[in-house]
């Protein structure tokens, strides 16, 4: 193999490991905190409607305070929440207004899901063209699609 190829092969090798998968471990992490941020969300609004449906107005719980170290709590008035708004605030809303709130949240969640998963979706499609490049500067015969695993 001439020297050319093999800088072509390096530098497609060092694309690949460098650059590509890097930019798909950051993207699939941060999918994967939209995730869990929307299954919080589903969880919320699923406890709020038991508690509207069933009309609870008090309850008693049980609060992490860390290291799983719970207490025992009672919430006198049901009807109203604090909700984390982001960067820290709160918002003292009705239950109604909560669920409001949380199916524009999970709107724009489910816009960022759609966004980060094209753009891993791009990421896997610029591997694979990387990985054809260099079948073809060692002249490789094609990988039979079928047969072959995936990596990702």
């Known amino acids: 193999m001439d020297e050319g190829r093999q800088k072509d092969l390096h530098l497609l090798e060092e694309i690949i490991d460098k650059g590509l998968k890097q930019k798909l471990v950051h993207a699939t992490a941060s999918r994967d905190k939209i995730f869990e941020e929307q299954k ?3 969880d919320l609004r699923n406890y709020l409607e038991t508690l509207e449906k069933n009309d ?6 049980m609060v992490n305070l860390g290291s799983e170290v719970y207490m025992q709590a009672e919430v006198p008035d049901t009807r109203h929440i ?7 605030f709160y918002v003292e809303l009705t239950r109604q207004e ?7 949240r999970e709107e724009r969640i489910k816009k960022q899901l759609e966004e980060f998963t094209a753009v891993i979706t791009q990421i896997k499609g ?11 500067i060692l002249n490789l ?3 039979n ?7 990702f």
Do not use: C
């Open 40 to 42: 919080v969300l589903s």
């Open 56 to 61: 609870v107005n008090s309850l008693k719980t």
């Open 82 to 88: 604090f909700m984390d708004i982001g960067l820290g």
């Open 98 to 104: 909560a669920l409001d709130h949380i199916s524009q």
């Open 126 to 136: 610029r591997i694979k063209l990387a990985h054809y490049q260099i079948q073809q």
């Open 141 to 143: 015969p094609e990988e």
């Open 145 to 151: 699609t079928s047969s072959r695993q995936r990596a």
